[in-house]
């Protein structure tokens, strides 16, 4: 030590002496926890799975919208109106797979799940059509998949409804074209922040956040409870830390982890992928997801106090996790949820952090909109980290 260094030291205050020595400790503490991560080649593994490819397969391969929907036709009449009427079902939307000949076919393949949707046209369609006489067509949907079958009933109708009224005003002699000079109210409508109503979007940016709260909260249980079974956590209480110094470097290190996870997932999948934008600051991105890392990091710590082994841990991490997403609003709105569930919402952190990530991700929103957002997250991880510090004090003593 040079002689203006001790110089210095003997001019600086107790207090800020003791700083210096928690921050010392703070930083080797963290970079132990962050060597003892480095070695868990399994969990590695595992994260950089869920961080790429699970984020990826959840973009691609989950859909929202009707796309391709297997059609096959029953058509009784083989006339002009009926083959008029079946090229409306098109692509994208559907995708005509073949024809049968008899009804119990198309119920043979809705049972086998071969198809999703069966066209039947009864015979003299046409000629029904062009005598004015009542008929019908009779469409059975595969509805296993309530969403899909709801949008394929509503195309099917829409289609056959605009059939029957295009071809009524032509039996009447009325040109459609006409009908456009006499009063009629037009809708306007804007998509706003997802302009093409692209599923990737939604389903990418949420399956990131359901992983960023899964090793939000496994990640800290799982690094005290191996403290416990190396029997190492004995030596570290008879050190000089303090408790806090002992759980916080884990949180710090855990924290670090996942934002580098994040960082790979947001630039590398979201963005070159599907082209997720990026509207508002990622600097505040980083900052509600780091507070958000702390928040749930409560549960972790209250989770290594009950766990005796990394297998109960994991348990009661999968545990805590399940309602945390059915609370938060990413798979069901809100508004369709019983009014108990709603108040319910408000003690899960993940409710605050869809609502803050998807207004800066899509919204551009800043922290003036954010601030409620931000205010839960923050009373909420200020509970939870509480309590992880104290069930944790109380079981050292």
């Given at each position: 030590m040079t002689k203006l260094a001790r110089v210095l030291l003997r001019g600086m205050t107790p207090l800020y002496l003791r700083f210096l020595v928690w921050l010392r400790r703070l930083r080797v503490m963290t970079v132990k926890e962050l060597l003892q991560f480095s070695r868990d080649g399994a969990l590695i593994l595992f994260m950089v799975y869920a961080f790429t490819f699970d984020i990826y397969l959840a973009g691609s391969g989950v859909k929202l919208q009707l796309n391709m929907a297997s059609t096959v036709i029953h058509d009784n009449d083989r006339s002009f109106a009926s083959r008029e009427l079946i090229d409306r079902f098109r692509p994208p939307v559907f995708n005509v797979e073949g024809s049968?000949?008899?009804?119990?076919?198309?119920?043979?393949?809705?049972?086998?799940?071969?198809?999703?949707?069966?066209?039947?046209?009864?015979?003299?369609?046409?000629?029904?059509?062009?005598?004015?006489?009542?008929?019908?067509?009779?469409?059975?949907?595969?509805?296993?998949?309530?969403?899909?079958?709801?949008?394929?009933?509503?195309?099917?109708?829409?289609?056959?409804?605009?059939?029957?009224?295009?071809?009524?005003?032509?039996?009447?002699?009325?040109?459609?074209?006409?009908?456009?000079?006499?009063?009629?109210?037009?809708?306007?409508?804007?998509?706003?922040?997802?302009?093409?109503?692209?599923?990737?979007?939604?389903?990418?940016?949420?399956?990131?956040?359901?992983?960023?709260?899964?090793?939000?909260?496994?990640?800290?249980?799982?690094?005290?409870?191996?403290?416990?079974?190396?029997?190492?956590?004995?030596?570290?209480?008879?050190?000089?830390?303090?408790?806090?110094?002992?759980?916080?470097?884990?949180?710090?290190?855990?924290?670090?982890?996942?934002?580098?996870?994040?960082?790979?997932?947001?630039?590398?999948?979201?963005?070159?992928?599907?082209?997720?934008?990026?509207?508002?600051?990622?600097?505040?991105?980083?900052?509600?997801?780091?507070?958000?890392?702390?928040?749930?990091?409560?549960?972790?710590?209250?989770?290594?106090?009950?766990?005796?082994?990394?297998?109960?841990?994991?348990?009661?991490?999968?545990?805590?996790?399940?309602?945390?997403?059915?609370?938060?609003?990413?798979?069901?709105?809100?508004?369709?949820?019983?009014?108990?569930?709603?108040?319910?919402?408000?003690?899960?952190?993940?409710?605050?952090?869809?609502?803050?990530?998807?207004?800066?991700?899509?919204?551009?929103?800043?922290?003036?909109?954010?601030?409620?957002?931000?205010?839960?997250?923050?009373?909420?991880?200020?509970?939870?980290?509480?309590?992880?510090?104290?069930?944790?004090?109380?079981?050292?003593?």
């Amino acid at each position: 030590m040079t002689k203006l260094a001790r110089v210095l030291l003997r001019g600086m205050t107790p207090l800020y002496l003791r700083f210096l020595v928690w921050l010392r400790r703070l930083r080797v503490m963290t970079v132990k926890e962050l060597l003892q991560f480095s070695r868990d080649g399994a969990l590695i593994l595992f994260m950089v799975y869920a961080f790429t490819f699970d984020i990826y397969l959840a973009g691609s391969g989950v859909k929202l919208q009707l796309n391709m929907a297997s059609t096959v036709i029953h058509d009784n009449d083989r006339s002009f109106a009926s083959r008029e009427l079946i090229d409306r079902f098109r692509p994208p939307v559907f995708n005509v797979e073949g024809s049968i000949s008899r009804a119990d076919e198309g119920t043979h393949l809705l049972d086998h799940g071969k198809t999703m949707i069966v066209l039947d046209i009864p015979p003299r369609f046409q000629q029904s059509l062009l005598s004015g006489a009542p008929t019908h067509v009779q469409v059975r949907l595969d509805a296993s998949n309530s969403v899909l079958g709801m949008f394929a009933s509503s195309f099917c109708r829409r289609i056959v409804e605009s059939f029957g009224f295009q071809t009524g005003l032509k039996r009447l002699g009325v040109d459609p074209r006409r009908l456009q000079s006499g009063p009629q109210v037009k809708d306007s409508y804007r998509v706003w922040f997802n302009p093409n109503q692209d599923d990737r979007w939604f389903m990418s940016i949420a399956e990131l956040l359901n992983i960023i709260t899964l090793f939000a909260i496994l990640l800290p249980a799982c690094a005290m409870v191996r403290e416990k079974e190396r029997g190492t956590v004995e030596q570290l209480l008879v050190t000089p830390l303090t408790t806090f110094q002992i759980m916080f470097p884990k949180v710090l290190a855990m924290a670090a982890v996942i934002l580098a996870g994040t960082s790979i997932s947001l630039f590398g999948v979201l963005r070159y992928c599907f082209e997720v934008p990026c509207r508002g600051s990622i600097i505040l991105f980083y900052a509600i997801t780091l507070l958000y890392v702390f928040t749930t990091a409560g549960l972790g710590l209250v989770i290594s106090t009950i766990a005796r082994n990394l297998g109960q841990a994991g348990m009661m991490a999968i545990i805590t996790y399940g309602p945390m997403i059915f609370l938060s609003g990413a798979w069901t709105p809100p508004e369709a949820m019983p009014r108990f569930i709603r108040l319910l919402m408000l003690l899960s952190p993940l409710h605050y952090y869809i609502d803050a990530s998807y207004g800066v991700l899509l919204k551009g929103a800043g922290l003036t909109l954010l601030r409620d957002s931000i205010l839960g997250m923050a009373i909420l991880g200020g509970a939870l980290f509480g309590l992880g510090m104290w069930r944790m004090r109380r079981q050292f003593q």
